[in-house]
């Protein structure tokens, strides 16, 4: 035996590799703003999000008037996230995202005061939603190419853990809280409190340095959509990390079927379609939570591969369960695998992409997150409709990692991807 022992890990090592790595938010007081901003003016959209629809049947009376707030949202989304991603490429991203938010934090404000005023128009609400979408598609390429730019890339990943949890808590804890304000005080009590939370981003991107796109040469000019699709073209990892989402978003996506299953599988009712919808955040929010090991990670790559099979197959079981609580761990499985897809993810296109392309790759990043699930939503019900819930489910999970399968011999190199040297 040699005179040296391997030190025994203390506690707070210990618990600094299982729950989510704090590195960045202690290193980088830039970032710390941005996501305590990032996380208060989040739950405020949320709560905002909910009071419209629940402001929508109110005046219509109307379910379908409801589904279509989703509509008005998706088309600008979808039409100006790819142009959100190249303005944010050309022009200062500290001012783009400090601009957009302001425009966020104004329609706020003419919520309330439209409510406040007794004005209640659904077409008042529709163009809100549609402008809200606007200015969130030139807001998300923006804040997402900043974050390479305030930390170092090994701490990307940790960023990436912290930002999902910031969208997951926000988007079960906003919704729980906007129908308790709307209750008690009325939809002006929900979008004035959603204008306040709105100050905490501002002040956060107010205080940023400068963020103008690093160039080749230092020259500054036109960025271009079309440039940024045929650099995506010439990267296959950068590639393959939205053709593995597509793959779970599109053939894996149950929830379209919650309603029907809550009733056909498990006898239950719009309690049980609650549970069903709240599983797979509250995975993903304990994925974001103890996400600590994924610093050491090297291989993203790899990673990814088998976080979206683990997507695939806990979709794939659950269509098979018939008891809540079994099918209700499942969806939360997949809901964790789905995390640390999403961190790798996006760690691998923030690091591997020159930093004058990361705001269209964010924008195209944006179309896929904001598409994908919808174009799932239709597979699903339709494949329910000719076959059965539990062929649609089931065998859509299978179909995930059957393609995702092809697609990693396709592409070999992505299991091979090393964060040590990343190459897009």
């Not at 941005?34 to 219509?60: E, H, N, P, R």
């Not at 979709?315 to 079994?326: C, D, E, K």
């Not at 494949?383 to 396709?410: E, F, K, N, Q």
């Amino acid at each position: 035996m040699t005179g040296t022992s391997t030190p025994t890990p203390t506690p707070a090592r210990r618990a600094t590799r299982i729950f989510a790595d704090l590195t960045p938010l202690r290193t980088s007081a830039d970032y710390r703003r941005l996501w305590v901003g990032s996380t208060i003016s989040w739950m405020g959209q949320a709560m905002t999000a909910l009071a419209i629809s629940l402001q929508v049947y109110d005046i219509t009376g109307s379910s379908f008037s409801v589904g279509l707030v989703g509509l008005f949202s998706l088309v600008p989304l979808v039409a100006f996230g790819l142009y959100g991603g190249a303005i944010a490429d050309t022009v200062d991203r500290r001012k783009l995202g400090l601009y957009s938010s302001l425009g966020l934090t104004a329609l706020s404000i003419a919520l309330a005061g439209a409510a406040l005023l007794g004005y209640h128009r659904v077409w008042l609400l529709y163009s809100v939603v549609a402008l809200q979408a606007v200015c969130g598609a030139l807001n998300g390429p923006a804040r997402s190419a900043m974050i390479p730019r305030l930390l170092p890339t090994e701490q990307l990943p940790a960023a990436n853990a912290l930002n999902s949890v910031t969208m997951t808590s926000g988007t079960m804890i906003g919704p729980v809280l906007g129908g308790l304000i709307v209750g008690w005080w009325g939809y002006q009590a929900a979008y004035l409190i959603d204008a306040v939370t709105f100050c905490a981003a501002l002040y956060a991107v107010w205080r940023l340095p400068a963020m103008l796109p690093e160039r080749e040469g230092g020259k500054r000019g036109r960025a271009s959509v079309l440039d940024g699709l045929r650099f995506l073209g010439t990267r296959p990892n950068i590639r393959m990390t939205f053709f593995s989402d597509m793959a779970a978003m599109v053939l894996a996506q149950p929830k379209a079927l919650f309603p029907a299953i809550a009733v056909l599988w498990y006898g239950g009712d719009a309690k049980t379609v609650g549970l069903l919808v709240a599983a797979p955040a509250v995975g993903a929010l304990l994925g974001g939570l103890f996400s600590g090991w994924q610093g050491r990670i090297r291989r993203h790559g790899l990673a990814i591969l088998i976080s979206v099979a683990a997507w695939g197959l806990a979709i794939a079981v659950f269509g098979l369960t018939r008891n809540l609580w079994l099918g209700l761990f499942f969806l939360a499985l997949a809901g964790w695998a789905d995390t640390i897809s999403m961190v790798f993810r996006s760690t691998m296109m923030q690091a591997a992409t020159p930093d004058e392309m990361r705001g269209r790759l964010q924008g195209v990043f944006i179309v896929v997150v904001a598409g994908g699930p919808r174009l799932g939503d239709f597979l699903a019900g339709t494949t329910a409709d000719l076959t059965s819930p539990a062929v649609a489910i089931t065998g859509g999970g299978l179909g995930c990692v059957l393609v995702l399968l092809l697609l990693a011999l396709r592409w070999r190199g992505f299991a091979r991807y090393d964060a040590r040297s990343p190459q897009a």
